[in-house]
């Protein structure tokens, strides 16, 4: 088969499971994915792996720990969601999106297995399996047969209920929780913890981000209950110091089992200074149990080797777009921490989309102090809240100056020429990671990095330039 055969095949894998009840919908159950991974032969026990919950930054703390993994030499699975432009990014292979022939040839093995699972429910009186359960199994699959030496796994919603916690990890990451998901995973934010912390198993390793009080109170009790023990942030590990870098920022960080010093994250926020701490706690305690040192050029190459793809992105220049998949207050308040560490832009324009089961006033209530300009428009999703309404709801909220553009494309094109308007503007999409992945697809489609590439930009600032809105001076 030539490579568009195989494309067409993995796009019809996808196509095949948006027929099902769909991941905003998650069943509060375990028993069916861990049926169907039982009729495959339970390939999520073919490997270890390291189970990743938390409200923000999981994808990020993912990704950092699996280039580090990989530096090490390790063949390393990453299951994640969700995805930005195509559905291969949800499983990751060394580091790449699985291969199209690869994606369709394990569904096309696993279909059979699949459609027993769902017989046997309907015959029962229950639903089939869901979109997000039949992916589970699927990336676990997939990892089996590649076959990988470690899987980072990274749960849909939740914890307890996940079905990703059919595996049981080894090392269960858990990075900061706050109120989202209300009245799916509870009504505060410790409520969320105890459904969080069902992915810690017995015997596991906890290691988790800085977190409210009556967060780690949850997390304790598991621990405790199960036999678990917890390396915290602040107590067994944190960054230490952080100071802003050409395409990134260099960071000190102090681990269980030795500090690390010099390392360059090519990736912007004090957040993902955290989530690289979290990161590399959490490769400590997989390969030395917590008290064997990292090897300093291993770590530094894994760390500089990570990406985070729609988090603090640079998609455009002249004017600069940047997208961030900021999807709840929680976000919102890191992005706006970065704009003012990491930029020195003058004005900014945020393009914003914004689902219907999300927190639209505490995200707008986040990002107003840094807009000159919203735009309100919206992803394609059947989630997204229509701009028309949005727009209504910023002006109700913030009296200040909003526009109502309901296409994605022409809303980043209004703020593009508003942004070369003038000086040090730029344009920052965000407010939903559905709207960020549309984004990014355009920017590739519409060449908003022409005329000069992001290399250019960067090269500019070695040169001791501030092009674009860039603070190349120290960090705050």
């Known amino acids: 088969m030539s490579d568009n055969a195989f494309r067409e095949a993995a796009d019809a894998v996808y196509a095949e499971l948006l027929t099902r009840v769909g991941e905003s919908k998650p069943e509060r159950r375990l028993d069916a994915t861990r049926r169907a991974a039982e009729v495959l032969g339970d390939p999520q026990k073919a490997y270890p792996v390291i189970h990743l919950t938390g409200t923000n930054g999981k994808t990020s703390t993912s990704r950092i720990a699996e280039s580090i993994l990989r530096a090490y030499g390790l063949r390393t699975g990453l299951l994640t969601s969700p995805h930005l432009e195509r559905f291969n990014e949800r499983i990751l292979i060394d580091g790449e999106p699985i291969a199209d022939e690869a994606l369709a040839r394990n569904w096309d093995e696993i279909r059979p297995y699949i459609e027993i699972v769902d017989a046997e429910l309907v015959a029962a009186g229950r639903a089939r399996l869901t979109f997000f359960e039949v992916v589970t199994v699927l990336g676990f699959a997939c990892f089996a047969d590649a076959p990988v030496d470690v899987a980072v796994i990274e749960v849909g919603m939740g914890g307890e209920w996940d079905s990703t916690n059919i595996a049981d990890g080894t090392v269960a990451v858990i990075t900061p929780v706050s109120l989202d998901h209300v009245g799916v995973l509870g009504d505060t934010v410790a409520e969320i913890a105890r459904t969080k912390s069902g992915i810690i198993k017995e015997g596991a390793t906890v290691v988790t981000a800085v977190q409210d009080p009556s967060v780690m109170r949850e997390i304790e009790a598991k621990a405790a209950a199960v036999g678990a023990s917890v390396v915290a942030q602040g107590r067994d590990f944190d960054v230490t110091a952080t100071s802003v870098a050409v395409g ?200 908003w990095k022409a005329p000069r590439l992001v290399d250019d930009l960067e090269d500019d600032l070695e040169d001791g330039g501030a092009a674009s809105g860039y603070d190349t001076g120290d960090d705050e």
Do not use: C
């Open 248 to 447: 990134g920022q260099l960071i000190e960080v102090r681990g269980t089992a030795a500090a690390y010093d010099g390392l360059f994250l090519p990736l912007y926020g004090d957040h993902q200074a955290q989530n690289a701490a979290v990161a590399i706690a959490a490769v400590e305690a997989f390969i030395g149990g917590g008290a064997q040192p990292l090897t300093g050029e291993l770590l530094e190459d894994g760390v500089a080797g990570a990406t985070s793809p729609g988090r603090l992105q640079l998609i455009g220049t002249e004017p600069t777009v940047i997208v961030d998949a900021a999807h709840n207050p929680a976000g919102a308040q890191t992005l706006h921490a970065a704009l003012g560490t990491y930029f020195d832009f003058d004005e900014v324009a945020f393009v914003l989309g914004i689902l219907k089961d999300k927190d639209a006033h505490g995200i707008v209530d986040q990002l107003a102090p840094d807009a000159a300009l919203i735009i309100a428009t919206q992803s394609h999703s059947d989630r997204a809240r229509s701009s028309e309404e949005l727009a209504e709801d910023v002006y109700e909220w913030t009296h200040e100056r909003v526009d109502e553009v309901e296409d994605l494309g022409d809303a980043i094109e209004a703020a593009r020429a508003w942004a070369l308007e003038g000086e040090k503007r730029a344009v920052v999409v965000t407010g939903s990671i559905t709207l960020v992945g549309e984004a990014m697809t355009l920017a590739a489609d519409r060449g």
